[in-house]
């Protein structure tokens, strides 16, 4: 997709490099897994970015990946010998598959096929790369490929979860028309995406700007109690916000994520505080305002409460029901505000129409850093798993292509730590 089409405003750029936005200090050693999906022939482009972006790849194949692509087209773009043999005499002399476990900085898995997603949920060791990822300790990103139903089964629904709960990052899969004929999610990211994704993390971990830094981040919805059975809420997931916690903390950060209510698990190392209310979310972001170096305002806040929640279940009486609403405090307002130890700001703004006028309206009026901006409705912002962002700060803007909201979240953290890094050094 190109920028000029995201919202409807003129854009320079087809493509964002997130990769350019941060120069990486040292060159990430990638050990790039390949499992035997059709998507596999996407794969000596995707080495040959990762290596133009500085990456040192050593690819592990699967025996089913070899027959999609060749062991030599892979070894001829990443300058290194392909392994797919757990047991090779020749490379097994000194425990070589522990070495390499030990070599690599990151594990990528592309195409992840649905047979392999659910070996690693088992925790199974059966061939190399398996073997590789229970043997180390680096991240671990899979990017899943495969038929739109095998993707939406319960089975592989339950093990991409495990997946998730255990740390691993997923970058996407993406919707559109399959190589069996069907169209729907499944596809895997094109490879300059998941090269981009992949590096903006290592890039964002060896910033400066954030390593240590306290980042205080809210995320997800807020209720409204109406009575003790309903409430006034939204239709905010809070994926884009974990997915932000996530990012953040893996750049360095020490991340307090303030949460209404989801369904969704903490990031691993992010400390979370839940809360139900708008008072209540605002109570918990005022007492940490101060000691945070950052605060993110991703949360989707309830403008309004019901003025006087009724103590008991209201009953079905009369034909209509009338609320009486009062404002809620403005959390983002109030932390941008602060005089003394205030964070540096940055919101969101989630609009149906005008979203860059909306946006920079509320940068300028409550007095923001830095406001990320999307379109929602039909499908795309809330509870979707794809996102496109428009970025602006005073004096300057940069366009977020639609992309899953883990890849997004990786591309806005490294603008977030470039923009932070600019307002200290003055």
């Known amino acids: 997709m190109e920028c000029a089409t995201i919202f409807g405003v003129s854009m320079e750029c087809p493509r964002v490099n997130v990769a350019s936005t941060v120069s990486v200090e040292k060159s990430q050693k990638i050990l790039l897994g390949v499992s035997g999906g059709i998507a596999a022939y996407k794969c000596p482009e995707l080495v040959r970015r990762l290596v133009e972006r500085g990456a040192t790849v050593q690819v592990v194949m699967t025996e089913a990946a070899a ?38 900085d990151q594990i990528l898995i ?29 991240p671990v990103t899979v990017a899943p490929a495969m038929n739109q139903q095998m993707w939406q089964h319960p089975a592989t629904v339950a093990n991409v979860e495990t997946l998730r709960r255990r740390g691993y990052r997923l970058l996407g899969p993406a919707a559109g028309a399959q190589a069996c004929g069907e169209t729907g999610p499944g596809r895997m990211l094109e490879p300059a995406d998941i090269a981009d994704a992949l590096l903006a993390d290592a890039a964002a971990g060896t910033s400066a700007a954030l390593a240590g830094r306290h980042v205080l981040l809210t995320a997800g919805p807020t209720r409204e109690a109406i009575d003790p ?61 101060r000691d945070a170096a950052i605060f993110v305002a991703a949360a989707a806040v309830a403008d309004y409460r019901p003025a006087a929640p009724h103590p008991g279940k209201l009953k079905k009486h009369a034909d209509t029901l009338t609320l009486e609403l009062v404002r809620n405090p403005d959390i983002l307002a109030d932390v941008a505000a602060l005089t003394a130890d205030r964070p540096f700001t940055v919101g969101f703004a989630a609009e149906t129409d005008d979203v860059e006028a909306h946006a920079l309206a509320k940068l300028h009026n409550k007095g923001l850093d830095m406001i990320a901006a ?8 809330f ?44």
């Open 374 to 381: 999307n379109r929602v409705g039909s499908g795309v912002g």
């Open 67 to 104: 027959s999609f692509v060749t062991p030599l087209s892979l070894q001829a773009v990443s300058g290194r010998p392909v392994r797919s043999a757990l047991l090779d005499p020749r490379a097994e002399a000194g425990m070589d598959h522990i070495a390499l476990a030990r070599w690599a």
């Open 110 to 138: 592309a195409p992840a096929t649905a047979h392999l997603i659910a070996r690693l949920a088992c925790g199974l060791a059966d061939d190399l790369l398996t073997t590789l990822v229970l043997a180390s300790t680096a």
């Open 383 to 426: 509870e979707a798993d794809d996102n496109a962002l428009l970025v602006f700060w005073h004096g300057g803007r940069h366009a977020l292509p639609m992309m899953p909201k883990p890849a997004l979240a990786e591309a806005l953290t490294a603008l977030i730590a470039d923009r932070y890094a600019a307002s200290t050094s003055g």
């Open 229 to 289: 059975v309903r409430y006034v809420g939204n239709r905010s997931s809070g994926k884009m916000g974990y997915a932000l916690a996530a990012a953040l903390r893996r750049a360095g950060a020490e991340v307090t994520l303030v949460s209404g209510p989801t369904a969704l698990p903490a990031p691993a190392g992010v400390t979370r505080i839940d809360v139900e209310t708008a008072a209540e979310m605002h109570a918990a972001v005022m007492a940490r305002a």
